[in-house]
Structures are given as C-alpha cells and as structure tokens.
C-alpha cells in the first residue's frame, strides 16, 4: 500500500489533530469571555419545557469539557487511522467523524451562549432548543463535511488473493 507523501501527512496532521484541538480551546475562550449572560440558563429540555437551569459557568465547563474530550477522540481517531501512514478511504472518514463531533459539541456551546447574550433566562427559554439542536446538527456536517475535503483521499487495500486466485495458487501447489 502507498504511504503518504509529506504534504499529505502535515494534512493529516492539521485537519485530525491540530485544529480539533484548536476548535476546543476557542470554544472555551469565547464562551468563557461572553458578558451579559442570563444568572441561569435551561440546560435540560424534556420536549418544549426546559426542566433544568444552570449558571452559565457550570453550562460553559460542562459543554468546553465534552469538546475537549471529542478533540481527544478526533486526535487519537487520527493517529489511529495513519498508523505507519497508510491512509485509507476508511480512515478518512473516521478522522472526518472525528472532527464533526469536535464542531458539533463546540458549536452547541458557543452559539447559544451567543444567542442568550443580553437575555433574559425567559426570553432564552422562550427561543426553546431548537437553536441548540441546530447548532449541534448544523456544526457535525459542516465541520465534517470540511474534514472529509481537506484531509487527502485513502488508498484501497487491495486483497492478497481474490478467492479465484487463491483456488489456483492451492492448485499449483498439489
């Protein structure tokens, strides 16, 4: 199988491993820096009722901690996938995974924080979940979606013996 050239791995590198990270750490900063937030936000919806609030603080650390945490994964999905550099189609889609799930959880976090800017926790819940479950959906398939056209296409694996060729190699050998 052909390994990846050099340009190809510092791809592999930014797309899987840096920028997830990055993603992570700028959620955190931005949502840790927003003013003007409600003393309490819903952090639980059981259908069109918010069930459960929270202080912003405790809302930011949760959702910057799960982002980090998806990050790691993305890290170790891609170091997974270019073992000794071998890319595959597979690999570029579970590193692409990867980095959907780090977009999603650090958009859910950042958007509606920027949404409740200036709120009231009324006028928050009122807004319901669906800007949060947008953002969540909406940052898995962008973030995804630019992983999948940035990071270098996989190499097939080609089997050792389709089972025709294998029958003849057997063949040979009687």
């Known amino acids: 199988m052909p390994k990846l050239t050099t340009p190809g791995k510092v791809r592999v590198i930014t797309v899987g491993a840096i920028l ?9 900063a931005i949502a840790s820096s927003l003013d003007g937030l409600p003393d309490e936000l819903p952090s639980h919806w059981s259908g069109t009722v918010a069930d459960s ?6 809302i ?8 980090l945490f998806a990050a790691a994964l993305a890290v170790s ?7 000794r ?6 690999g570029r889609g579970a590193s692409a995974v990867g980095v959907g799930i780090t977009g999603a959880v650090t958009s859910g ?10 709120a009231t926790t009324a006028e ?6 669906a800007p949060s479950i947008l ?9 995804a979606i630019l992983a999948v056209l940035a990071l270098p296409p996989g190499h097939q694996t080609a089997p050792a013996h389709t089972p025709t060729q294998q029958r003849h190699a057997e063949e040979a050998d009687e």
């Open 85 to 90: 550099w071998e890319w595959t189609p597979l």
């Open 20 to 28: 997830p990270l990055l993603f992570a750490m700028s959620g955190w």
């Open 124 to 129: 928050v819940v009122a807004q319901g979940a």
């Open 109 to 118: 976090l950042v958007v509606p924080l920027l949404l409740a800017q200036g």
């Open 60 to 67: 930011i650390n949760a959702w910057s901690f799960g982002s």
């Open 77 to 83: 999905i891609t170091a997974g996938a270019a073992h």
């Open 53 to 58: 609030f929270l202080p912003p603080e405790a």
């Open 135 to 143: 953002c969540v959906m909406g940052g898995f398939a962008i973030f």
